[in-house]
């Protein structure tokens, strides 16, 4: 069963940066592309970006263009995103999600969530 | 303010069939498919409907969906009492070349 295991809840203050983890596991990890979708408490869902496992190309969020960077290891099946100069706007959970090879790549499997926490 | 417009809540008796809609713009659903996610209290999101009406492999044939023009429905019949979560829809955005999503509709089954 494909699965997608992220990092832990973090708390950060205002200002400091953040990498979240995505551990896939059960398929070939090259083979499919990754996003990234955050919710903040009580809202609904935000694309925060996207990753080429392939060939590393990338395609963020335009609000969060130059905070926001994804990488990946093909070593470890392991996918981050880092985001920088954190403000409360950023507290939410972080989803990654691979987009399937389903017609219109929906996001077929998603990872448990990881809690971002930005208070002083 | 999401990109695509749902109705924030939604509800059925069980056994009832109820409707959510989507509407979009020519820049998102009226020029690309619409996917559907369900997400149960305290979990992540899980595809239900691809493609404007695809079901994924182990989705009930009681969720379908439809798309017209730059609105899309999604449709769930023989409502059950796990049917209650939040529901999403995403489309495609040529215009901010990312995926949207609308705001959510919380489904209660009374």
């Known amino acids: 069963q494909v699965q997608l295991v992220q990092s832990g809840a973090e708390v950060k203050k205002p200002g400091a940066s953040v990498k979240v983890s995505c551990k896939a596991s059960n398929y070939t990890f090259t083979n499919y592309d990754l996003t990234w979708v955050r919710q903040a408490p009580g809202q609904g869902l935000e694309w925060v970006g996207w990753?080429?496992?392939?060939?590393?190309?990338?395609n963020y969020a335009q609000r969060l263009q130059g905070r926001v960077t994804m990488t990946t290891d093909t070593s470890t099946s392991t996918a981050y995103m880092e985001l920088r100069s954190l403000t409360s706007d950023d507290t939410a959970v972080y989803f990654c999600a691979r987009e399937g090879q389903l017609n219109g790549s929906p996001f077929d499997y998603w990872g448990q969530g990881t809690l971002i926490t930005v208070s002083s | 303010q999401s990109v695509l417009t749902q109705p924030p809540s939604a509800s059925g008796t069980p056994g009832q069939r109820v409707s959510i809609s989507c509407s979009g713009s020519s820049s998102n659903v009226g020029n690309n498919t619409v996917n559907w996610y369900q997400q149960l209290p305290g979990s992540a999101p899980k595809l239900l409907i691809y493609?404007?009406?695809q079901r994924p492999s182990g989705v009930p044939d009681r969720f379908s969906g439809f798309k017209s023009g730059t609105s899309a429905s999604l449709a769930i019949s023989g409502l059950q009492s796990e049917d209650e979560a939040d529901y999403y829809c995403?489309?495609?955005?040529?215009?901010?070349?990312?995926?949207?999503f609308g705001g959510g509709t919380k489904l209660t089954v009374l």
């Open positions: 990753i080429s496992v392939y060939n590393g190309n990338t």
């Open positions: 493609s404007n009406g």
């Open positions: 995403a489309a495609w955005d040529d215009s901010l070349n990312g995926p949207v």
